[in-house]
């Protein structure tokens, strides 16, 4: 377990170098709120209650986003390219022999990275929107920490996702069009370009269903307050259970593909 | 430096050299576009190597573009006017914008990448080369992929041109042509300034992004969902309004909302050429400014 503490700190630390590239996000996540925010207000002026949404809300939920986006890495990023450049290589052949298990040593640096980026890239822009805009931000710091953990299973799910993805290089070699229509699952389901309540009718219901939205649209609405008491524990439940059926199809791609391994040698 | 003194010592002669210093530079935009086509031409053929995995990659591109356009149709599920403007206006001002930031990003998407050649040093190799470095930099990689954006962008205009309820004149038509090449132009100028940013502050590439995607992202909604400020700014410090929004409102009969004069519509052209001219100085500025990492 400490030897996990150490990658996932190991993951944290790793991004805190990259400083101006963490202040230039900053500074394009603040951006595309600001002009996100407008547009949601020029729609929720139009229908003032859409998605059961007030317009404070709908401005918070675009705030969420941004700060977000990095942390759950919505539009994938982070561990994948590597590993998927690692099983190209064969480098992935080191890593097997390692005394740690494949899967969790990936998640422990990417837990770390998402904490990182939380607090990076997430923080300021929020701050920004909430000084700019009428935010809708709960006062209770129960609240808060319900949606931390949501944020957390949230990274889960993410993680499980794009580890898959980075998996089917040892079938495709080349993961780019995996990852490719990973992210754009990601973008679209995740509720990152319209909440997953606005998306109409059948659309709606499967995008809701779908693991993605463990991602952004539940902790957005637990911290706007929607899930409470056993619907909160619904919540969670729903986050849980995907991360541990796609955590489990994970385990079993991995071992499945380290039988397929074969080491070139040199 | 050293040039323009001796053109300054030179006097008599100096309609000569300036016609020279013309020509040279000329010629030097004649090698670059001749670089460039080169580069890209041997990244298209690596690209059509792998010609499923380049079929995907294009879908894909064709495909996450189009999300943004999905996300505008489900919000027009909901209402009948985004501030003030129908589905096909917005459609028309969408996929203005997208086809010229998208041959925009064709052209000079690359340039983000510059902040890791700084910062790897790889860059020393292109200074080296007797080549424009802009070209290198510009065709390094290029993404043929991107043509998907592209056609994203075009199918997007291609429903909301017979859509639209315009009465068409010759001038009218005229704009759409216009206003997409100059819309590219601006967007070049835009990568190219970002890349010259970069020479200063090599991590920050998503500056740029937040420039030319941001920009491409505003661009696709009316001007008057937005704040008089955020208007202006793109009106007057990065003139992003002259790619699409402008000409557009000659097109749509609708007036600019900071009660601009309707003649601003045809002049996308002179302020393209004028952003190309800036981009151009700072770029030169960020190569004269480099220093090697030294590894």
């Known amino acids: 377990m400490r030897l996990y503490a150490v990658v996932a700190a190991g993951g944290f630390r790793r991004h805190t170098t990259y400083r101006i590239a963490t202040a230039a996000g900053v500074f394009t996540n603040t951006v595309f709120g600001a002009i996100m925010a407008y547009t949601y207000m020029a729609l929720w002026s139009v229908r003032p209650r859409l998605g059961g949404y007030d317009q404070a809300e709908a401005l918070t939920y675009v705030w969420l986003g941004q700060a977000l986006i990095m942390t759950v890495a919505m539009m994938g990023g982070g561990f994948e390219d590597e590993l998927i450049e690692r099983i190209r290589t064969g480098d992935i052949a080191i890593d097997l022999y390692r005394p740690a298990d494949l899967q969790l040593w990936w998640l422990a640096g990417d837990v770390g990275r998402a904490a990182f980026h939380l607090l990076g890239r997430g923080l300021v822009p929020l701050a920004f929107g909430a000084l700019a805009f009428d935010l809708a931000l709960p006062a209770d710091p129960l609240t808060w920490l319900a949606f931390l953990f949501a944020v957390f299973l949230g990274v889960l799910v993410s993680f499980s996702i794009r580890y898959l993805v980075a998996l089917s290089a040892f079938w495709l070699l080349d993961g780019a069009g995996m990852a490719q229509m990973a992210w754009l699952g990601g973008i679209f389901f995740s509720g990152m370009l319209l909440p997953l309540n606005v998306f109409p009718g059948a659309l709606g219901e499967v995008a809701r269903a779908l693991p993605w939205s463990a991602l952004l649209q539940i902790p957005a609405d637990v911290l706007l307050g929607r899930h409470t008491g056993w619907g909160l524990a619904r919540a969670y439940g729903f986050q849980l259970g995907w991360a541990a059926l796609l955590l489990g199809v994970g385990r079993l791609l991995q071992a499945a593909a380290t039988r397929r391994v074969v080491v070139q040698g040199g | 430096?050293?040039?323009?003194?001796?053109?300054?010592?030179?006097?008599?002669?100096?309609?000569?050299?300036?016609?020279?210093?013309?020509?040279?530079?000329?010629?030097?935009?004649?090698?670059?576009?001749?670089?460039?086509?080169?580069?890209?031409?041997?990244?298209?053929?690596?690209?059509?190597?792998?010609?499923?995995?380049?079929?995907?990659?294009a879908l894909g591109n064709f495909l996450a573009t189009g999300l943004d356009f999905v996300a505008i149709l489900l919000m027009f599920s909901h209402i009948d006017a985004l501030g003030g403007y129908t589905l096909p206006e917005v459609a028309?001002?969408?996929?203005?914008?997208?086809?010229?930031?998208?041959?925009?990003?064709?052209?000079?998407?690359?340039?983000?990448?510059?902040?890791?050649?700084?910062?790897?040093?790889?860059?020393?190799?292109?200074?080296?080369?007797?080549?424009?470095?802009?070209?290198?930099?510009?065709?390094?990689?290029?993404?043929?992929?991107?043509?998907?954006?592209?056609?994203?962008?075009?199918?997007?205009?291609?429903?909301?041109?017979?859509?639209?309820?315009?009465?068409?004149?010759?001038?009218?038509?005229?704009?759409?042509?216009?206003?997409?090449?100059?819309?590219?132009?601006?967007?070049?100028?835009?990568?190219?300034?970002?890349?010259?940013?970069?020479?200063?502050?090599?991590?920050?590439?998503?500056?740029?992004?937040?420039?030319?995607?941001?920009g491409n992202q505003m661009l696709q909604y009316p001007p008057t969902v937005f704040a008089k400020d955020m208007v202006r700014g793109v009106t007057f410090v990065v003139?992003?309004?002259?790619?699409?929004?402008?000409?557009?409102?000659?097109?749509?009969?609708?007036?600019?909302?900071?009660?601009?004069?309707?003649?601003?519509?045809?002049?996308p052209p002179l302020v393209a050429a004028g952003c190309c001219a800036l981009a151009g100085a700072a770029w030169r500025a960020g190569v004269r400014a480099y220093r090697s990492t030294g590894s």
């Open chain 2, 1 to 57: 430096m050293a040039e323009t003194v001796a053109d300054g010592v030179a006097g008599a002669a100096a309609p000569e050299s300036w016609r020279e210093a013309r020509a040279g530079r000329l010629r030097g935009a004649a090698e670059g576009i001749r670089a460039y086509r080169l580069i890209a031409g041997m990244w298209i053929r690596s690209t059509l190597a792998y010609r499923a995995s380049f079929l995907m990659t």
């Open chain 2, 92 to 214: 028309f001002l969408y996929g203005a914008s997208g086809a010229a930031f998208g041959l925009a990003d064709l052209v000079m998407g690359s340039m983000d990448r510059l902040g890791r050649r700084v910062r790897d040093g790889t860059l020393d190799t292109l200074l080296v080369r007797p080549v424009p470095v802009l070209a290198q930099v510009a065709a390094d990689r290029f993404a043929l992929r991107r043509l998907g954006r592209i056609t994203q962008g075009l199918l997007v205009l291609g429903y909301a041109l017979p859509a639209l309820d315009v009465h068409w004149t010759p001038l009218r038509a005229l704009l759409i042509p216009l206003m997409l090449l100059s819309g590219a132009a601006i967007f070049s100028a835009v990568f190219v300034a970002g890349g010259a940013f970069q020479f200063f502050a090599q991590d920050a590439s998503e500056v740029q992004n937040s420039f030319t995607y941001g």
């Open chain 2, 239 to 267: 003139p992003l309004a002259f790619v699409n929004w402008l000409p557009a409102m000659y097109v749509l009969d609708r007036p600019y909302p900071l009660d601009l004069p309707g003649w601003l519509a045809f002049t």
